[in-house]
């Protein structure tokens, strides 16, 4: 089973079993993560799922979509390591990943 760690503003780490949601969102909205808002409920268009990858995870992701970026451009902070957590897919290559909420999602 694939499992992920989410990582506060305040520094807590919330390990969970992502069971059988298809993305990291839908894994946060379901275990009430907080910081993890998705307003738009995945439909990539507002931003506030929006985490940090570690360097060492953005290679075993899929890269960003021109609309994923976009969104990505005008978050608060923005961060180079950003991606939308609706991007990230729960699956074999994302078991164990760690993600770092940001201060602000709006």
């Known amino acids: 089973m694939t499992r992920a760690v989410f990582i506060t503003t305040e520094g807590e780490r919330i390990a969970l079993d992502c069971g059988s949601e298809p993305s990291m969102m839908r894994v946060a909205v379901a275990n009430g993560v907080p910081g993890i808002d998705a307003d738009c409920g ?3 268009v507002c931003g506030t799922c929006h985490v ?7 290679a075993k992701l899929p890269p960003k979509s021109s609309m994923e970026a ?6 608060p902070e923005p961060h180079p390591r950003a991606r939308l957590s609706c991007q990230i897919p729960v699956d074999d290559a994302t078991d164990g990943i760690e993600l770092t909420i940001p201060r602000s999602q709006r």
Do not use: A, K, N
């Open 52 to 58: 940090h990858v570690p360097e060492d995870w953005l």
């Open 70 to 75: 976009e969104i990505l451009d005008y978050v």
């Open 42 to 44: 995945g439909s990539m």
